[in-house]
């Protein structure tokens, strides 16, 4: 039962461009998103995140659009530079039982020069 | 300040072995949680420790289990190891218990990766 949904493994976009990675999740009750992105042997590292209260949220080159309707959130990076190639987890959290963090599969961006 | 530190780094193990992983948090962070990254599942929740106490644990069999200490240091053991335990075990410390929208950054130690032969 997976409740965080990443369906694409891997995007490959030109340095400069837009890169827009998407996430789907299942259940209702998550309010709080988050996005983290990790390097080959490091350990992931917070990027970004979004309350369920808001619809959008940016921080310099990256920002989280959350439809709650649909219930689907993405991380747009503009411009995408080759230093952002890593792996970007989305992550959903809730209150109650839900509270603990649920990670999706996360996503491979390759930037190319 | 000192990130959060996992020992150890890399280790080999056979099947039917038992192996405890380490991780010292950030100071001062009372929450640590455990989670189980492997290429076709992406990062699986373990479970969170939080004051010494067990606030939520994932759904992996006994076999895995783990602790906190006063000083906030957390270990996890696995016992009667298995091929698909193989994976890199990731530690994360928070200042608070992770969740909801209170949840703080996760910050994450690099993971010990093991291998089970």
């Known amino acids: 039962d997976q409740q965080v949904k990443q369906n694409s493994p891997s995007l490959s976009v030109q340095e400069g461009r837009i890169s827009i990675l998407n996430c789907d999740y299942t259940?209702?009750?998550?309010?709080?998103f988050l996005w983290y992105k990790k390097y080959p042997a490091e350990g992931p590292t917070f990027l970004i995140s979004?309350?369920?209260?808001?619809d959008k949220n940016e921080d310099g080159r990256f920002t989280v659009f959350l439809n709650k309707s649909a219930k689907h959130l993405s991380l747009h990076i503009v411009p995408s530079q080759p230093g952002d190639s890593a792996v970007y987890f989305c992550?959903?959290?809730?209150?109650?039982?839900?509270?603990?963090?649920?990670f999706g599969k996360g996503t491979l961006l390759t930037v190319n020069p | 300040k000192a990130g959060v530190t996992q020992t150890p780094r890399y280790l080999i193990k056979t099947r039917g072995q038992q192996v405890t992983l380490s991780c010292s948090p950030i100071?001062?962070?009372?929450?640590v949680s455990w989670y189980q990254q492997t290429p076709g599942q992406g990062l699986q929740f373990l479970f969170e420790?939080?004051?010494?106490?067990?606030?939520n644990k994932g759904n992996f069999p006994g076999r895995f289990s783990g602790r906190q200490f006063s000083n906030s240091r957390s270990e996890m053991n696995v016992s009667t190891l298995e091929l698909g335990d193989s994976a890199l075990y990731l530690c994360?410390?928070?200042?608070?218990?992770?969740?909801?929208?209170?949840?703080?950054?996760?910050?994450f130690g690099e993971g010990s990766r093991l291998t089970v032969l």
């Open positions: 259940n209702s009750m998550f309010d709080y």
């Open positions: 992550a959903a959290s809730g209150s109650g039982s839900n509270y603990k963090l649920t």
């Open positions: 994360a410390s928070s200042l608070v218990a992770a969740g909801g929208a209170n949840t703080g950054e996760l910050f």
């Open positions: 100071s001062g962070h009372r929450s």
């Open positions: 979004i309350s369920s209260i808001k």
């Open positions: 420790y939080f004051s010494e106490t067990q606030r």
